[in-house]
């Protein structure tokens, strides 16, 4: 697998996983419907967690356009690969939120109201305001770069090779995107990732869904343009407290 495939793999499956518990939770008649808050949060951090297990090897797990600038203004990865990663993001995202369509396509056929229609593919302020809105995507995409460009490994001090936790290494990550869906994602919906949001946002204009309303343009360039910036004071950050 090489890292342009695996990271559209990863994607796909966050997006798969993570859309997906939108649409259980928002559309009408799943067995999740109206489950809350708290199983957005857990099954987007699982998501995470499914993404990056099958990713990681191979790409290192970006998933995500500002983990991928963030990493390469830190100097932690080339500037060169950054296209590539984005591009490939953005494909696993779009694939990743086709499926959920299509498998929940009669659930969306049950719901009427077409913001909850379009809820499962991007996200929405709970209360539109543009520099809140832009500051909460930019605080809750720094808190997850700069603690990723703090994770390290253990090692033995014999000959410095890493003790590796197998799958588990992903675990942490996870966890801090599930503390930042619970902790500050209750304004914008957290999306954090350019590719998370955008990719769906265009399936979500592309396929025919009845009543789907409006696709949100005039605020989708927030969960693209505020990830960056958090991404890019993060690693500023992180590099000046080296």
Not at 77 to 89: E, G, K, L, R, T
Not at 144 to 151: D, N, R, S, W
Request: aromatic letters at 10%; a neutral charge.
């Amino acid at each position: 697998m090489t890292p342009f495939i695996a990271e559209i793999v990863g994607t796909f499956l966050l997006i798969l996983m993570g859309c997906g518990v939108n649409a259980n939770v928002s559309l009408q008649k799943t067995y999740a419907n109206n489950s809350g808050w708290i199983v957005i949060t857990t099954g987007w951090a699982f998501a995470v967690y499914t993404g990056v297990v099958v990713a990681g090897p191979h790409s290192g797990a970006h998933l995500n356009p500002a983990v991928t600038i963030g990493l390469a203004l830190a100097g932690e990865f080339s500037i060169y690969d950054v296209p590539n990663y984005i591009i490939a993001q953005f494909i696993g995202a779009m694939l990743g939120a086709l499926l959920v369509w299509i498998l929940n396509i009669k659930h969306f056929s049950a719901t009427e109201d077409g913001n909850t229609k379009r809820g499962v593919f991007c996200t929405a302020p709970a209360i539109p305001n543009t520099v809140l809105n832009l500051l909460s995507e930019m605080v809750g995409t720094f808190v997850l770069i700069f603690a990723v460009l703090y994770f390290t490994d253990a090692v033995h001090t014999s000959d410095n090779s890493i003790i590796g936790l197998g799958s588990l290494g992903s675990l942490p990550v996870a966890i801090i995107v599930w503390g930042i869906g619970l902790s500050l994602g209750g304004t914008t919906g957290y999306a954090i990732n350019p590719a998370r949001d955008l990719g769906p946002r265009i399936i979500h204009a592309l396929v025919p869904i009845k009543n789907k309303g409006s696709n949100g343009w005039g605020y989708s360039w927030i969960p693209v343009i505020g990830p960056i910036l958090g991404a890019a004071i993060a690693a500023g950050l992180a590099h000046f407290l080296q």
